[in-house]
């Protein structure tokens, strides 16, 4: 694979590496649209991220495949089948709820689609046009079912 540099902070096969696509010996290469997603809309969106926090950003899921999205028990209408959300950490910048609230104070210059506190991570999207700006905290129940609830619990 041709392992291009997106822009300034990022490599593409830092948006495809799955750990579970690994293990499962499951293909994680994305299609052209998804592709054009990561390139122009993710890379992007993420650089913005990086510009803001002013620390390495660590991408623990970019792009998944149907087929990896599935084994993992997302929902199959994830933004990362499209190549449009990444879920990432920046220990030299803190614990992940303060990247995100530090991220949904500065919404309009990053200008996300949707931004999740999950815990011990951030999960945050980029679309073309028209960004929701919606800020979500998911809750973990013990029987594995996840909730969310608006803004940074
Ligand atoms: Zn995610």
């Not at 649209?33 to 510009?51: C, H, S, Y």
């Not at 949707?114 to 815990?119: A, D, F, N, T, Y």
Request: aromatic share 8%.
């Amino acid at each position: 694979m041709d392992d291009k540099l997106l822009g300034q902070y990022f490599r593409l096969s830092e948006f495809l590496r799955s750990d579970t696509a690994i293990r499962k010996g499951i293909d994680n290469m994305p299609g052209p649209d998804a592709m054009r997603n990561i390139e122009t809309v993710l890379a992007p969106g993420m650089a913005r991220v990086r510009n803001l926090l002013q620390c390495p950003i660590l991408v623990t899921s970019g792009y998944r495949s149907p087929e990896v999205n599935r084994a993992i028990g997302s929902a199959s209408t994830s933004q990362h089948t499209l190549g449009l959300a990444a879920d990432f950490t920046s220990p030299d910048y803190g614990t992940p709820r303060k990247i995100a609230q530090r991220l949904m104070e500065m919404g309009p210059s990053i200008r996300f689609d949707q931004l999740i506190w999950e815990g011990t991570w951030v999960h945050i999207s980029f679309v073309a046009a028209a960004p929701r700006g919606q800020v979500l905290t998911a809750n973990f129940a013990r029987d594995g079912r996840v909730t969310y609830s608006p803004g940074i619990a």
